[in-house]
C-alpha cells in the first residue's frame, strides 16, 4: 500500500527508514498515543516557531505534571537537533527531551536519546525522573 521494497526494509532497514521519515514520525506518534493514558482523550501536539530568520519544529509535545517535553522524531541518525534545543532553550519550564532514532541509548546534556523501538520507555523514564526530584 505504501510502495515500499519490503525485501530491503529485512536486509537494510536503517538505510530504509533515512528515507521515510513520515512513516516513523507517525509511527512513534501512534505509539505515545497507545501508551497514554487510557482514561482520558488523548491528542499529539507539535510545536512550530515561524521566525522571519529561522523556522524550527519539534515533532511531539507531552505534558509531565506542569511540564511540557519536547519529542524529536528521526529517521536516521538524527545528529541534528537544533529544533530540540532552540526549543528547550526558550521553553524554561522544560526540563529535558527526547529524540527517538536510529541510534542506541545515551544522553547528551538534556536530551534523552533513545531507539525508534523503545516509545514505551517513555513512561518508565517519566515516573523514575518523578521521583527522584
Given at each position: 500500500m505504501?510502495?515500499?521494497?519490503?525485501?530491503e526494509?529485512f536486509?537494510?532497514?536503517?538505510?530504509?527508514?533515512?528515507?521515510?521519515g513520515?512513516?516513523?514520525?507517525a509511527?512513534?506518534?501512534?505509539?505515545?498515543l497507545?501508551?497514554?493514558?487510557?482514561?482520558?482523550?488523548?491528542?499529539?501536539?507539535?510545536?512550530?516557531?515561524?521566525?522571519?530568520?529561522?523556522?524550527?519544529e519539534?515533532?511531539?509535545?507531552?505534558?509531565?505534571?506542569?511540564?511540557?517535553?519536547?519529542?524529536?522524531?528521526?529517521?536516521?541518525?538524527?545528529?541534528?537537533?537544533?529544533?530540540?534545543?532552540l526549543?528547550?532553550?526558550?521553553?524554561?519550564?522544560s526540563?529535558?527531551?527526547?529524540?527517538?532514532?536510529?541510534?542506541?541509548?545515551s544522553?547528551y546534556?538534556?536530551?534523552?536519546?533513545?531507539?525508534?523501538?523503545?516509545?514505551?520507555?517513555?513512561?518508565?523514564?517519566?515516573?523514575?525522573?518523578?521521583?527522584?526530584n
Open positions: 505504501l510502495g515500499l521494497d519490503l525485501e526494509w536486509l537494510n532497514p536503517i538505510q530504509q527508514f533515512v528515507n521515510k513520515e512513516i516513523i514520525e509511527l512513534v506518534g501512534q505509539e505515545l497507545a501508551y497514554s493514558n487510557p482514561h482520558a482523550k488523548s491528542h499529539l501536539y507539535y510545536w512550530q516557531r515561524n521566525a522571519p530568520s529561522s523556522t524550527a519539534v515533532d511531539y509535545l507531552i505534558q509531565w505534571g506542569e511540564k511540557i517535553i519536547p519529542i524529536e522524531v528521526k529517521s536516521g541518525l538524527g545528529k541534528t537537533l537544533k529544533s530540540l534545543h526549543f528547550l532553550e526558550t521553553h524554561k519550564n526540563p529535558f527531551g527526547f529524540r527517538f532514532s536510529t541510534q542506541n541509548y544522553k546534556d538534556n536530551i534523552k536519546s533513545l531507539p525508534l523501538y523503545a516509545v514505551a520507555a517513555i513512561t518508565k523514564i517519566l515516573k523514575k525522573a518523578r521521583t527522584n
